[in-house]
């Protein structure tokens, strides 16, 4: 692994190098780990000159679930009890011959920035822009195994939840058994807050939990992700409970169903971002739901769970191979619930068989 990171940070050297910086620093976590192979807490990781160092107030987490640091990497620890590593990089950015630092500005703080200047006040700092969220963009045959894995260790977790008494249960047990069985089945733990809706709350994107209990008749929406070696996925499904699904439920859920297939089926190399979205908006829209419809169709998941692309209407760009996302459409109806279908998906393209599904549990109505 330590020649995909060295590789990696090769490949962010020649884009600060091609803007005028002889060096770089990174110091949101998720890119530190992307670079580094772990990002213990409050650690930035410097691209010097002569070496890459990272740049802590102590030594490396050697726990699993937080990576593996690269063994090439240079460790420095800051001396003095509450220093900024930010500071110490660009001080030592400074005695390797820098002249000029790349950092991350959608990253630090205004007073952080201050501080670096202070500290190193030869350096011409530039932004870094989102270079590295870029790079992290398509991933790699390793990378896509980890979602893998937590799109199984998912979907595991919440086949067994269906199997077990729902009514008289509280969203809130629910959530709490659903992440309870991620970690039981290998998760480093849930990829963001599991969402349980019930009743008038079902199609909510980001529902918090509440009291409520499971009742018969009503719409169960569940989303709930694995992290797994960093890596997060993401699986939303609709359920009714107890009794065979009403009219209206039926109607809705196939709509709902059919604009998530509108917007799978669009996943090939080539196809512009908004293009996604507008396949799975429109069978919505037609119908008659276009208002408060979601802001986006889906998004990138990786070391993250909401990355880049995001597959939206005004969104800039189109889709390559081997970048995963989700296609998540839901419809809420006040007062009465919804509907919610949510796949991570990885695009491939028509040689290859088209997208990969990587959460497979049944998009089917069940009454449970």
């Not at 992307?34 to 010097?48: E, I, N, S, T």
């Not at 939206?312 to 279908?341: F, N, Q, S, W, Y």
């Amino acid at each position: 692994m330590s020649e995909v990171y060295a590789t990696r940070r090769t490949r962010l050297r020649e884009r600060c190098n091609a803007g005028g910086s002889a060096a770089a620093l990174i110091s949101r976590p998720a890119n530190v780990r992307y670079l580094a192979g772990a990002a213990p807490h409050g650690a930035v990781l410097l691209l010097g000159k002569r070496e890459d160092l990272l740049v802590g107030t102590g030594p490396p987490d050697d726990r699993p679930t937080e990576g593996r640091l690269d063994e090439s990497l240079g460790l420095h620890t800051v001396p003095a009890p509450g220093a900024d590593p930010a500071v110490a990089a660009a001080d030592l950015a400074t005695s390797q011959g820098a002249d000029s630092l790349a950092v991350e500005e959608h990253h630090l703080t205004v007073a952080r920035h201050r501080a670096i200047g202070s500290a190193a006040p030869a350096l011409r700092l530039a932004d870094l822009g989102n270079a590295v969220e870029q790079l992290r963009v398509v991933k790699d045959e390793e990378e896509i195994s980890c979602l893998r894995i937590g799109a199984e260790i998912a979907d595991q977790a919440l086949g067994e939840l269906l199997e077990s008494i729902l009514v008289g249960r509280t969203e809130r047990h629910l959530a709490l058994e659903l992440e309870r069985r991620l970690v039981d089945h290998g998760a480093d733990g849930p990829a963001f807050p599991t969402s349980v809706a019930t009743g008038a709350n079902s199609g909510r994107r980001g529902h918090r939990p509440t009291d409520r209990r499971v009742e018969e008749g009503d719409f169960l929406s569940v989303c709930l992700g694995a992290t797994y070696r960093g890596y997060r996925c993401e699986i939303g499904r609709t359920f009714v409970i107890g009794t065979s699904p009403a009219d209206w439920q039926i109607e809705l859920y196939d709509l709902v169903f059919a604009a998530q297939r509108a917007g799978r089926e669009m996943l090939a190399p080539g196809t512009a971002y908004r293009d996604v979205d507008r396949a799975a908006r429109h069978v919505l829209d037609s119908a008659g739901y276009g208002q408060g419809l979601p802001e986006l169709i889906g998004h990138g998941v990786g070391l993250e769970i909401d990355e880049d692309p995001q597959l939206a209407p005004t969104a800039m760009g189109k889709l390559d191979a081997c970048v995963p996302v989700t296609v998540e459409p839901g419809v809420h109806l006040p007062g009465r619930g919804g509907v919610r279908i949510d796949d991570t998906l990885v695009v491939r393209p028509e040689a290859d068989g088209g997208p990969e599904l990587l959460t497979i549990t049944t998009k089917e109505l069940l009454a449970l």
